[in-house]
């Protein structure tokens, strides 16, 4: 096989958007690390580049030099059968190498795919193609929340663009969605792209139950807090009531009380909070504790799947009831790529839907993001079911 132009573009036009996220940033900030789970975005920019460089022209390209022999030491991720790698809490410490290296690293090992693709192929290698553009993308979500945890800590609280629609109405009414008891299947089917964590496709017995068709919003949210949310213990489990406490938490993720209003700081800058659009930036101990106080719950990722036809979904990561485990017949891929998915289930939960920071081409109904309880730093939100 030679590479195809659509593919070609497929990846050329992603290198260039993780390029155009970047764009409104000052040198200073690709360096910011204010917590471990946040990566500077000049990591970003050269781990995505590494990962072609390492797992594709590496071991396939014929006389292939490494840009810089220290390279895979600085922007490996995780993966431990590559070897050393920088711990990831000291990321922010990489002054060097400076932003022009990186972007010099990136366009030399984007010339060296196009080279190596220009010639026959194996199928595999085609395939190990896309999963690194597919990577790609999912690194192109965790910069853009990771560049507003970056300018949301910042006291100035910096704008990052006038243009981005971080805050989406769903314009449609609140209805519950009804569904039968029965048997259905789940998992990704077809010859498109996926990740191995979709797959194998089976079926679950799932009982009646009704699904809302829109998330919660900020409104209703403010209600919760209003309602004494954050202060009832008997609302949330016993370890996000010790988070709440020892945290101090009493709003969700970049909210600031000013003058008796709420606001929250976006993209956009800091502004009022919008009453209409779906909340967003809370943890799943969080959602939960609201679901409880509505006399409700959250949906388990197999209800979501099985309903989604029937709503909008791609604006709020959903929290779902679903801790992240294999499926059945579940098989890890050989070697590093191994590492990707399998090695991080357990202690987390299933996310599903996409959001605003989710690039085009990416999501589909199947797929299956994951994090810890706690974690807020992403686009997350709700539904409800019953």
């Known amino acids: 096989m030679v590479l195809t132009d659509s593919l070609l573009d497929f990846f050329l036009e992603t290198r260039k958007h993780t390029e155009t996220i970047c764009a409104p940033l000052e040198i200073e900030d690709y360096v910011v690390q204010p917590v471990i789970d946040v990566s500077p975005p000049k990591w970003h920019l050269g ?41 990831r809490s000291d990321r922010g410490n990489l002054s060097r190498p400076s932003v022009q290296k990186v972007y010099e690293y990136r366009n030399y090992v984007t ?16 395939d190990l193609l896309e999963i690194g553009i597919h990577h790609e993308k999912q690194h192109q979500e965790l910069l853009l929340t990771d560049i507003k945890y970056i300018l949301g800590n910042n006291p100035l609280l910096p704008v990052y663009s006038d243009s981005f629609q971080e805050h989406l109405k769903e314009s449609h009414e609140q209805d519950w969605v009804s569904m039968e008891e029965g048997v259905y299947n789940l998992g ?28 919660v919003t900020n409104r209703e ?39 008796g209003e709420w606001h929250h700081y976006t993209l956009g800058g800091l502004i009022k909070v ?29 209800e979501w799947e099985t309903a989604q036809a029937y709503f909008k979904w791609g604006s709020r990561w959903e929290w779902t009831e679903s801790a992240y485990l294999p499926y059945p017949n579940y098989q ?55």
């Open 188 to 215: 990704h089917q077809g010859d498109d792209f996926c990740y191995d964590n979709e797959l194998g496709r089976h079926k679950v017995y799932l009982h009646s139950y009704q699904i809302s068709n829109k998330l």
């Open 274 to 302: 919008t009453p209409d659009t779906p909340v967003t930036h809370i943890s799943y101990f969080e959602a939960f504790a609201y679901a409880q106080w509505k006399g409700c719950r959250l949906p388990t990722e197999f």
């Open 332 to 386: 890890k891929a050989p070697g590093a790529l191994g590492e990707y998915n399998g090695k991080f289930m357990v202690n987390q939960k299933v996310l599903r839907g996409g959001s605003v920071a989710t690039p085009m081409k990416h999501t589909r109904h199947t797929y299956r993001n994951f994090f810890q309880t706690n974690l807020r730093w992403q686009f997350t939100g709700l539904r409800l079911a019953r």
């Open 111 to 126: 010339k060296g795919i196009q080279d190596l693709f220009g010639q026959e192929q194996p199928k595999t290698l085609f």
């Open 47 to 87: 781990h995505t580049t590494w990962f072609f460089e390492e797992f594709i022209l590496k071991p396939h390209a014929k006389d292939y030099q490494l840009f810089n022999e220290d390279f895979s030491f600085v922007f490996n991720s995780y993966y431990e059968s590559i070897g050393k790698r920088v711990v």
């Open 221 to 259: 949210f403010i209600d919760f807090i209003d309602a004494g949310g954050y202060q009832q213990f008997d609302l949330w489990h016993a370890e996000g009531w010790d988070w709440v406490q020892q945290n101090s938490i009493t709003a969700p993720l970049y909210w600031h009380k000013i003058d």
